[in-house]
C-alpha cells in the first residue's frame, strides 16, 4: 500500500494500513514501555489538556506510551519457539548494558504524530543492535528484520487522525512546559502489538532487564 499523502503543512491520519497489516493481524517487536514511569507520567499528564483539546488528535495513555526499538515479524508468521529462542538469546546480550538515564526533547509535531525526541541517542542504539543480534542469532544476521538506517528514538504522546494545519497544533503544544526529570530506562519489552482500534494495544510477552540477568517471559 502506497503512503498517504497530505497537502504541504497539514497532518494526515496516521491509522491508514501499512504494508502487512490488517485488522485480526498483530506483531513482534520490541519496545521500551513506560507504564511504572513516574517522569513519563507527569509529562503525559502536562501535555494532556492541550492535546485532548484538538480533536484531530489521539492522545496517547500512560499505558500506550512506548519507545519503539526493532520488530521481529507479524505473529502468524514467527513461530513460538523462534520467539523463545531470540528472548534466551538477547538476555546475555542485554546484560551487558547499563540501564539508561534519558531525557526528551521538546515535543514537535509531524504530518502524523505529536513525539518527543529521546536521548542519549547512542545508548539507545547500542539497545537496539543487542536486539538486532539476538534476532541474528537465531535467524542469521542477513535475516534481520528492519535496518538502523534512519533510527530515531522517540516517544508518541499523540498521533493525528485527519488533516489539520501543523502550524496551529505546534503552536499550542508550545504553550505548555516539559517537566526535566530524566527517565530510567532499565528494560527491554518483546510485545504482541495490535492496532485494530485506532490505537497501539499490546500484551507482553517477555521483558529483559538490562544490567542484569533477569527475563520474565510467558
Not at 521500551?32 to 514511569?37: D, H
Request: glycine fraction near 6%; proline fraction near 6%.
Amino acid at each position: 500500500m502506497r503512503r498517504l499523502s497530505a497537502p504541504s503543512g497539514m497532518t494526515r491520519d496516521h491509522w491508514w494500513w501499512r504494508p502487512g497489516w490488517r485488522k485480526g493481524r498483530s506483531f513482534y517487536t520490541w519496545h521500551i514501555t513506560f507504564s511504572s514511569s513516574n517522569p513519563i507520567r507527569q509529562i503525559v499528564s502536562s501535555y494532556a489538556p492541550i492535546i485532548s483539546g484538538i480533536n484531530t488528535l489521539d492522545p496517547v495513555g500512560i499505558d500506550g506510551v512506548h519507545l519503539t526499538l526493532q520488530g521481529i515479524g507479524f505473529t502468524d508468521e514467527v513461530s513460538s519457539a523462534d520467539i523463545k529462542k531470540i528472548v534466551a538469546s538477547t538476555v546475555p546480550r542485554c546484560t551487558q548494558l547499563e540501564p539508561i538515564k534519558a531525557r526528551m526533547d521538546e515535543p514537535r509535531i509531524d504530518e502524523e504524530a505529536v513525539h518527543m525526541n529521546v536521548h542519549p541517542v547512542e545508548q539507545i542504539t547500542h539497545v537496539k543492535l543487542a536486539l538486532r543480534n539476538g534476532i541474528g542469532d537465531v535467524w542469521g544476521h542477513e535475516n534481520i528484520p528492519e535496518t538502523m538506517d534512519r533510527f530515531r528514538p522517540h516517544i508518541t504522546l499523540a498521533y493525528s487522525n485527519g488533516v489539520a494545519p501543523i502550524e496551529r497544533i505546534d503552536a499550542a503544544i508550545k504553550e505548555c512546559s516539559l517537566p526535566a526529570d530524566d527517565v530510567l530506562i532499565s528494560s527491554v519489552s518483546l510485545i504482541d502489538l495490535n492496532r485494530d482500534r485506532g490505537r497501539y494495544e499490546w500484551t507482553e510477552v517477555a521483558m529483559v532487564a538490562l544490567g542484569r540477568r533477569r527475563v520474565d517471559a510467558w
